[in-house]
């Protein structure tokens, strides 16, 4: 075979092949490689080949690119025809104050998108920097970047690992793969093959790029170097996937297309009664259609949403979740599934002792996580007569362990193995002393564990000339090694294997790992350790069962999202029988039915439809599993958030309608690609967070519903002066001024209101609801009527009461606002009385606003440069009389519509019915 035929062979057999299922002498042979590594001219001619070890960047837009993209979007189009049309007017001030919005919003989008397609390039710094090899028989340390497939890489505890690779020989390697797999505890490594169709976290054979070595030692053969290894996939998966519109810039790009065609309906009917029914010249009726678009466009929604929105994300600070996009904090109010991790989001990701079996007891043990609170039950009800076996058995786990607790004030940092953690914590809380015992016994020999032996050994010396041999392992391994258990009394009881089984699948059933303890006395004369003294005449001392308990606040808050209406999915790298009793704990599906990733990977399109809907624990899930699922979630429409933290998590957090990552244990590759980010690593922050989305779009939809009449009203005045054949009441200026300052007073009180009472307590909206419902077109008819009838009266009566066309027009004006004013009272609640207690009270920005308008309005009347830039004239003080006449009754009208929609309305059966579109209140 020629060297180009070659080299491609190793090229295809790299991307291709399922390393983990070949023997060595397969793995060998297909890699071209041996034991001595490959030489420096293969080297150099593999680099050619594969590239460097690294993730490529992939091409990026320029910033100019990314700027006008944010433009793309129809309402603010239609901002910006506002802005050019009223440009030709001539009125620079007002199409500088619209175009100043546009740019305001464009450049939010633009910082936040900057800041999201970060997330590629945090997943690439987390590729390791140095790596001893093998070359040319000689051991080096190079750059990670230089590696190719085919070289001998070594490995020790607290490397990361520099590409993916298969083991060779290992001594007792253990590495962590929680941001890869999900995985809660650090795996035990092996050599040998599995079956090509093994899901990634259970091959045992093989160590990923990106992960971390906590204990042991290795010899690996590289297998695939940048973006062909496991990280470099995520990390492309990543970059393909389409990152969703929320529902909140989804209905507002529906609004604005919808409203775009109603102000071009109305403008063309305008234009075409004016110069076919009245006569008038089509020069007049063009600028007559002009303000009625003009009138039509509320200029002021963009701002009114951000600033919404913005506030939205102080009061989330405040509950510990970071929002990074803007329309994020609403898209949590929209969610109808949550999809959560379960490692360190509902869990502790802290092992804790739950039980400890002894010959003459089973004790429970309270308290969770690393801390030294709670206690062993029963340790301490005969203080004269303790259960010796128990307390061996947890100077077993205290002696025959690697790790290390250190506590200080703000919080407990672990070196080492989790559930050797948690045995030191168990024994703290059994009242041993860690330091003085150590000291006490000190260890003479040990045998690490290994996945072959299943177990760990110590020798032990005190100054009272005695030896003894502690073990601790795999219960069925410990099992065989025993003839004896240790009871109460210290005394030796013969082995009934099966009691201790039932034992140990009692706990499997309840999602908990078991470790078995073990010792034999030793004559101190013995220095060394070898495996036949540790793998005969053992005393079983018990057992101890281990999990990563689920939060306490989780809990709580999976209840608060069921009683929402949010189904809650838990989706995790760990064990299915793990997963599904946590499941049971936190209320999440049955504790019966679940679902791996490997059964996943089976079924077809239709099948993962329905599963998605059915199933609420989903186990041993790769990332493209994950988001497959979510994926699958959003084409049943539903509106979809992802929690997570590790690498693996990061293609789905980009997927999903809300990306939420984990602050403190997240990696900073989930962090990028989520949209939040929990400060606190809590579930429970998720539920408040939800309770603060629904409230901001209730306001919003408060805020919509209060300024459109306002446009509604103006256009319909203008199409009736058209009709009627007179002077314009407004003119376009003046419904730019009363659009704006409306805007930024009165709708922007309604952005600080509270949330409504049973906010949690109501289905999710429909993802289909757009923002145009029955309810909100008929407010908006019923309230621009009013305006329409009001401000028309007005106008006509100063007309004919001999006042100018200035003060008829400043008059008019003044009616549209002061109809805004009581209508605002109204706004505070979609259905609740205004004037119960609750509809009076609860927001003191509303009378504020009001006062503020007020005083805008007598300088838009009184002052003379308001008179040069408006065109408007002074009023007689019974005028305002006159004005407040006519729109009080606005105020009473609406509350009677609201009494009949409270007494008739059917009660709500779905977000769509008529009293829930309106969303509470």
């Known amino acids: ?192 093959p599995v079956e090509e169709q093994t899901p990634l976290g259970d091959r045992l054979g093989m160590v990923w790029s990106g992960t971390l070595v906590v204990a042991g030692r290795a010899q690996a053969l590289v297998v695939a170097t940048g973006n062909h290894t496991e990280l470099g996939r995520i990390s492309t998966a990543a970059e393909q996937t389409t990152q969703l519109a929320t529902p909140l810039l989804q209905r507002i790009e529906r609004f604005g297309r919808q409203l775009t065609v109603i102000i071009l309906i109305l403008a063309a009917i305008t234009f075409a009664l004016g110069t076919q029914v009245q006569g008038e010249t089509a020069v007049d009726m063009f600028f007559a259609a002009v303000g009625l678009a003009v009138a039509a466009i509320p200029e002021g929604l963009p701002a009114i949403i951000t600033i919404t929105l913005a506030l939205g994300v102080q ?121 003085a015992l150590r000291d006490h016994w000190q260890r003479v020999d040990h045998i690490p564990f290994e996945s072959e032996n299943r177990y760990m050994a110590t020798l032990d010396h005190n100054p009272e000339g005695q030896g003894r041999i502690l073990v601790k392992g795999a219960p069925e391994r410990i099992m065989e090694m025993c003839q004896h258990a240790m009871d109460g009394n210290g005394g030796n009881a013969p082995l009934d294997k099966q009691h201790w089984q039932d034992l140990v699948d009692s706990f499997a059933r309840e999602g908990r790992r078991t470790l078995a303890f073990a010792m034999k006395i030793q004559d101190q004369t013995q220095a060394t350790l070898q495996q036949q003294d540790a793998e005969q005449g053992l005393v079983l001392l018990g057992l101890v069962a281990l999990e990563d308990p689920p939060r306490d606040e989780a809990i709580e808050a999976v209840r608060q999202c069921h009683a929402a209406g949010i189904r809650v999915k838990m989706i995790t790298g760990d064990h299915l029988g793990t997963a599904l009793a946590i499941g049971r704990q936190l209320g999440i599906g049955d504790g019966k039915n679940g679902l791996t990733g490997k059964d996943f990977d089976t079924l077809n399109t239709e099948e993962i439809s329905q599963v998605a809907q059915k199933t609420d624990v989903f186990a041993r899930f790769s990332p493209d599993n994950k988001l497959t699922l979510v994926k699958a979630l959003q084409q049943a429409r539903e509106v979809v958030a992802m929690t997570g933290d590790g690498v693996n998590d990061s293609p789905a957090l980009r997927r999903a309608d809300v990306g939420v990552a984990m602050g403190k244990s997240g990696t900073e590759a989930a962090r990028e690609a989520a949209e939040i980010v929990l400060a606190d690593d809590n579930f429970a922050s998720i539920a408040g967070a939800v309770k603060t989305g629904r409230a901001i779009y209730d306001n919003i939809r408060k805020s919509l519903l209060f300024i459109l009449p306002t446009n509604g009203g103006q256009a319909l005045l203008i199409l009736a002066a058209v009709m009627a054949g007179m002077a314009l009441p407004v003119t376009p200026v003046q419904i730019l001024w009363v659009n704006m300052v409306t805007a930024v007073t009165l709708a922007l009180a309604l952005t600080m209101e509270p949330p409504e009472p049973g906010i949690m307590q109501r289905p999710p909206r429909s993802p289909q609801e757009g923002i145009f419902t029955p309810f909100l077109v008929w407010r908006v008819l019923l309230v621009s009527t009013l305006v329409l009838a009001a401000t028309f009266w007005i106008f006509r009566y100063h007309q004919q009461a001999g006042f100018s066309l200035e003060q008829s027009r400043t008059a008019a004006v003044n009616t549209v606002i002061a109809a805004q004013v009581f209508y605002l009272i109204n706004c505070r609640h979609l259905l609740l009385p205004v004037f119960s207690r609750a509809g009076l009270l609860g927001n003191p920005w509303v009378p504020g606003a009001i006062g503020l308008i007020l005083l805008l309005q007598w300088g838009f009347s009184y002052l003379p440069f308001m008179h040069q830039l408006f065109g408007t004239g002074a009023l007689p003080g019974n005028s305002w009389l006159l004005i407040i006449m006519v729109t009080l009754p606005l105020l009473f009208i609406v509350e009677l519509e609201k009494w009949l929609l409270r007494r008739f309305s059917p009660r709500p059966k779905s977000p769509q019915s008529p009293r829930e579109s309106v969303q509470g209140g």
């Open 315 to 435: 009061t989330m600070a405040h509950r510990n979740a970071i929002v990074r996009r803007l329309p994020a904090v609403e898209a949590l109010g929209s969610v109808t599934v949550i999809c959560s991790d379960k490692t360190g989001t509902l869990t502790r990701n802290e092992m804790t002792v739950r039980s400890i079996a002894t010959l003459s007891q089973q004790a429970q043990v309270s308290g969770a996580g690393y801390t030294l609170e709670g206690k062993i039950e029963g340790l301490e009800d005969n203080p004269r007569e303790p259960d010796k076996a128990l307390l061996e058995l947890l100077q077993a786990g205290l002696l025959c362990n690697d790790s290390h607790i250190q506590h200080t004030d703000n919080e407990t940092r672990i070196s080492g193995d989790p559930m050797e953690a948690a045995l030191l914590v168990v024994a703290a809380k059994g009242g041993l002393d860690g330091e």
């Open 1 to 192: 075979m020629d060297r180009k035929s070659r080299k491609q062979e190793v090229s295809n057999n790299t991307v291709h092949t399922a390393w983990h299922s070949l023997s060595q002498e397969s793995l060998l042979s297909k890699l071209e490689a041996d034991t001595k590594g490959l030489s420096t001219s293969e080297v150099e001619r593999r680099r050619a080949q594969f590239g460097e070890n690294r993730l490529p960047a992939p091409p990026r837009r320029g910033p100019l690119k990314r700027l006008l993209s944010q433009f793309n979007n129809m309402l603010i189009h239609v901002l910006i025809v506002a802005g050019l049309i009223t440009l030709a007017l001539g009125q620079w001030l007002d199409a500088g104050v619209i175009f100043a919005v546009v740019l305001v919003n464009a450049l939010i989008g633009f910082i936040q998108e900057g800041r999201a397609e970060q997330a590629m390039d945090s997943i690439r710094k987390m590729m390791s920097t140095r790596a001893r090899v093998l070359r040319d028989g000689q051991r080096q340390e190079l750059d990670a970047t230089e590696l190719v497939p085919g070289d001998l890489v070594a490995l020790e505890s607290g490397d990361r690992v520099p590409a993916d690779a298969r083991l060779l020989s290992l001594k007792g390697l253990r590495t962590d793969e929680s941001s890869l797999t999900g995985e809660s505890v650090p795996i035990d490594k092996d050599t040998g």
